[in-house]
């Protein structure tokens, strides 16, 4: 199966949840793009093709686990990665951390993702430097998590290759390290104070009362939910006037009000008092000097999406967990005449929850079935008493825990698309007498030589009529082809030979079969979910009397099979040439 198909991306689902389920890292809230990388990369590893196949290997081969999360977690780590960030975290925001605290107080800190521990060893370095040994031996608590329980063993050991303390100077290395055979020992006082443990950001309740944070290049791993809510325990962790320390590649977007910048450049960040105190005093470290250029661009990317929403050139309207309305855009506005003062108001008291149609019974639905559910032309009188036509899209919104976030309801003005295809059937039907007038034409000129010359002009004026409208033919049914290709509901036409002509969209999602794999193959040869018995029995008996058999109800299986119950519909395509339409719709579904 080719990568991100929905088959493909609901068996990568299912294989996460496995993975929660039976080994307790939860990796729901990563981003799909790198983590579905990671992932086909072992297999194809093992030479393994499919998730199923692959879950299959997990559970008879409790090493493959192993194997796995080492592809997964890239445990890239250093001592004082990024050099000029720690500079700048020691000379500049550790002595205005140390000069807010009682010379007795305890100074936690917590190293989220911490790997092998070079960063955790680099902080009770940077500590100890700062204070002195004895200093930070005696005050210094520092918390190193990871859910690599590999890479938590190697932290705790403390032993690192001669190759791994390359970056230090030579200095520190003397101090902080000493040779134990191949390899070197950190520093057994300090390491005392270094506490290892499995911690997974994304779940775990967060170490708390901290006075420093560092997650460096950790939160970009994950999508934008999972990175809000690790923010928002990384918020709850720090103390007031906490600093947050993250890597080169991640930024907080949208907490101004929650963390003050210390420094852009070295993404350092410090947590706001949590409410307004006479006793709060303006922070004493200084912003970085590209800051606010910074700060001011990352704003101006906010309006810029606030902007491209606001002006789609499609109505959207958005609706919380609890049914009110978010957000209401332009185009919203001027078709269905909102305000913004209907923003907060619950969604079932606006008129546009039930008229042109009922939508809060399909937003359950939505919810329900965990997809998209689409309304295909329906129509709205408008205050004029003008006929619209409008497609509707109801998206259910989900949070990192799977958890309903909200529901976004598209509408799509199709009136033009619409009744361009009522101006197609007119044509069709000028077409259907063009060619009667043209048979009677020839019948004439057969039978009457007298008038063969005024008989043969007439043919060539008619034969270049019928050019014409054999063009605007081909421009019609090539538009009739797109259209039934978008109609909601299952259509398939079948030749005089009961082989497949046409296969729409609508039948691909209602049957799982695409367009090009039946194509020209036998109907009641097909292999999908819906009975043909019944089927062949009405394709018959329309072709016999050559007018529309039906509706009949068939119990099916459809494309993820669930059982449906399924209306069959035949109509005779052409009196001459022979073949049939078939229309099939799950009559539940809306």
Not at 331 to 357: C, K
Not at 502 to 508: D, H, R, V
């Amino acid at each position: 199966m080719r990568p991100g198909a929905d088959g493909d991306d609901r068996g990568l689902e299912d294989l996460l949840e496995f993975i929660r389920d039976s080994r307790g890292f939860d990796f729901t809230g990563y981003k799909r793009s790198s983590l579905g990388r990671r992932i086909h990369k072992r297999m194809a590893e093992v030479g393994i093709g499919g998730y199923e196949d692959y879950r299959d290997r997990l559970e008879s081969s409790a090493e493959e686990f192993h194997h796995l999360f080492n592809t997964i977690l890239i445990n890239v780590t250093a001592f004082f990665r990024d050099i000029e960030s720690w500079s700048y975290l020691q000379r500049e925001v550790l002595p205005v951390l140390l000069a807010n605290l009682d010379p007795a107080d305890e100074i936690r800190v917590w190293s989220a993702g911490c790997a092998s521990g070079e960063e955790a060893y680099s902080l009770a370095m940077v500590f100890a430097e700062t204070l002195g040994i004895d200093e930070c031996v005696k005050r210094v608590k520092i918390y190193g998590t990871d859910v690599d329980e590999d890479a938590l063993r190697d932290a705790r050991g403390g032993l690192y290759a001669a190759k791994s303390l390359e970056p230090l100077p030579d200095a520190l290395r003397e101090k902080y390290f000493e040779a134990n055979g191949a390899q070197f020992a950190f520093r057994p006082d300090l390491r005392r104070r270094v506490i290892f443990g499995r911690h997974d950001i994304t779940r775990d309740a967060p170490i708390s009362r901290l006075h420093l944070l560092l997650c460096r290049n950790t939160l970009m791993y994950f999508n934008v939910e999972a990175q809000s809510q690790i923010i928002d325990r990384f918020h709850f962790a720090l103390r007031e006037r906490g600093v947050l320390f993250l890597g080169k590649a991640e930024m907080l977007l949208s907490d101004a009000d929650r963390f003050e910048v210390v420094t852009i450049r070295q993404r350092i960040f410090r947590r706001r008092p949590g409410g307004p105190s006479p006793s709060y005093r303006r922070p004493s470290i200084r912003l970085d000097a590209g800051a606010g250029a910074e700060m001011r661009e990352m704003g101006r990317k906010r309006q810029l999406r606030d902007l491209a929403v606001e002006t789609a050139p499609f109505a959207m309207i958005g609706i919380d967990s609890d049914g009110a309305v978010t957000m209401i855009n332009n185009q919203m506005r001027a078709m269905f005449g909102l305000t913004p003062h209907d923003i907060g108001r619950p969604f079932h008291e606006l008129e546009v929850s039930y008229r042109p149609v009922e939508l809060r019974s399909l937003i359950e639905q939505a919810y329900a079935e965990h997809r998209v559910v689409r309304l295909g032309s329906v129509e709205r009188t408008g205050s004029t008493n003008t006929v619209q036509y409008l497609d509707i899209h109801i998206q259910p919104l989900w949070d990192s825990a799977r958890l309903g976030a909200g529901t976004v309801v598209i509408f799509v003005d199709t009136t033009v698309a619409t009744r361009l295809q009522i101006e197609v059937k007119r044509h069709r039907e000028e077409l259907e007498a063009a060619y009667e007038e043209l048979q009677s034409t020839n019948e004439e000129l057969e039978t009457t030589n007298e008038e063969l010359q005024s008989g043969n002009e007439e043919l060539e004026t008619m034969n270049e009529e019928l050019r014409v409208r054999t063009s605007e033919l081909d421009e019609a049914r090539t538009f009739l082809e797109g259209v039934l290709f978008s109609v909601g509901v299952g259509v398939v036409v079948l030749d005089s030979g009961l082989l497949v002509r046409s296969w729409n969209k609508g039948a691909e999602e209602l049957w799982g079969l695409r367009a090009d794999e039946v194509r020209r193959q036998g109907f009641f040869t097909l292999d999908f979910g819906l009975p043909t018995a019944r089927v062949r029995d009405l394709v018959e008996e329309c072709i016999a009397s050559g007018r529309r058999t039906g509706p009949v109800e068939i119990q099916a299986v459809n494309r993820i099979g669930r059982m449906i119950t399924c209306s069959v519909a035949c109509s005779p395509l052409d009196a001459q040439m022979g073949g049939v339409v078939l229309l099939m719709e799950d009559v539940y579904r809306s």
